[in-house]
């Protein structure tokens, strides 16, 4: 234990040292998650749309105005030829396009079926797909109304709906995007910085050369890795503390769960994601190639193999056997879990069992490949 706490006495001196590296480690992560939590945003909340009518009736005015109206739609200009059409979706003005034939009021009038052709931009898939199903709720709408209004030109009774739908959104009630991105994002942060931050005291010592005098010394490599590990992951846990208060307090995300229980496992987290520092500092002695693994390994896998943005169930079968390789696809479900849906132990023994029982492999490979170094 005196070893022990003679290497945290150490580290403590070393980070004293270097205020600037603890400045940025604690303001980057709040960086990343203002950042991320405004540009990561799946919300759409206006389609543009360029408008060909050539019927310009009264009944075609009442059509494009049923997308106005619905708030979803912003009619951004009116055009007279499918080259406008595709010259403002080309220039990324326009999302959809309407062109209402020339016999469209001339069918409506009669009751015959009308076919009002709509080109979608489908550049980006999600906004083309939340246009298409726009539209067809607005056309479906549209439709309704206006038999209702011949049945009561006929002296019939209005159609009502057989089935209605009572919609009772759980869990996120407001569909907004950034209570489902930013508990994602503390799991990517905690694998982005923490590691980089362990995996660098070493490689420095290894590049000073005062790793030799820990080698020489009595202090064993499990010693060395606690005494690496905790003052690294204090300063870690302090990020989770900083990100989850802006994230309440300036994203207004949902906590329904357990803040104990969430701070409770993100140490876990915190002690693995430092422990892969730790064991990547092992495998190299450059600052440049110890930040380049340190990326490899954390960062792009994080982003892309947890869950973050790109759906697990998704993946192809594969790639989702694949995902249990980052501990990041554990937290984030935890976070997700805890912070949106309230959920407790016994929802979460699952990944709470995967991320300990990686955290505990990473430290004790990390302790078992330094041995080796110093043998």
């Given at each position: 234990m005196k070893r022990i706490l003679a290497m945290l006495r150490k580290e403590a001196i070393e980070i004293s040292r270097d205020p600037y590296s603890l400045g940025i480690a604690l303001i980057l992560p709040l960086i990343i998650l203002m950042l991320f939590g405004y540009a990561l945003n799946f919300d759409l909340k206006s389609v543009q749309i360029a408008v060909w009518d050539m019927d310009n009736s009264a009944?075609?005015?009442?059509?494009?105005?049923?997308?106005?109206?619905?708030?979803?739609?912003?009619?951004?200009?009116?055009?007279?030829?499918?080259?406008?059409?595709?010259?403002?979706?080309?220039?990324?003005?326009?999302?959809?396009?309407?062109?209402?034939?020339?016999?469209?009021?001339?069918?409506?009038?009669?009751?015959?079926?009308?076919?009002?052709?709509?080109?979608?931009?489908g550049s980006f898939p999600p906004t083309a797909k939340v246009a298409i199903n726009y539209t067809k709720a607005i056309n479906e709408m549209f439709s309704a109304k206006r038999i209702n209004h011949i049945l009561n030109l006929r002296g019939m009774p209005e159609l009502k709906e057989a089935v209605t739908a009572e919609l009772q959104v759980w869990a996120n009630p407001s569909l907004e995007s950034k209570n489902f991105i930013v508990p994602g994002l503390f799991g990517v942060i905690l694998m982005a910085f923490p590691p980089l931050l362990s995996v660098l005291a070493v490689v420095k010592e290894k590049e000073r050369g005062s790793i030799q005098q820990v080698m020489v010394s009595p202090i064993k490599p499990y010693e060395f890795i606690l005494g690496k590990l905790l003052p690294y992951s204090v300063i870690a846990f302090v990020e989770v503390l900083l990100i989850l208060v802006v994230g309440i307090l300036w994203f207004h995300i949902p906590v329904k769960g357990s803040i104990t229980l969430f701070l409770g496992l993100s140490v876990i987290y915190v002690l693995c994601t430092v422990g892969i520092g730790l064991l990547a500092s092992t495998v190299t002695n450059s600052q440049v190639v110890a930040m380049l693994l340190a990326l490899v390994i954390t960062v792009m896998p994080s982003m892309l193999f947890s869950g973050f943005v790109y759906p697990i169930f998704n993946m192809p079968q594969l790639f989702q056997y694949y995902t249990y390789l980052f501990p990041a696809r554990f937290y984030i479900a935890i976070s997700r879990g805890i912070l949106l849906q309230g959920n407790g132990i016994e929802y979460l023994w699952p990944d709470i069992l995967w991320l300990v029982s990686y955290t505990a492999a990473v430290i004790i490979l990390a302790a078992v490949r330094f041995k080796k170094k110093v043998a």
């Open positions: 009944e075609s005015r009442e059509y494009v105005s049923s997308f106005v109206t619905s708030g979803y739609f912003t009619v951004i200009a009116e055009v007279d030829s499918y080259q406008e059409i595709y010259s403002l979706m080309d220039r990324d003005k326009a999302d959809t396009a309407l062109v209402i034939p020339p016999d469209f009021s001339t069918n409506l009038v009669k009751g015959l079926p009308v076919g009002v052709q709509t080109i979608v931009d």
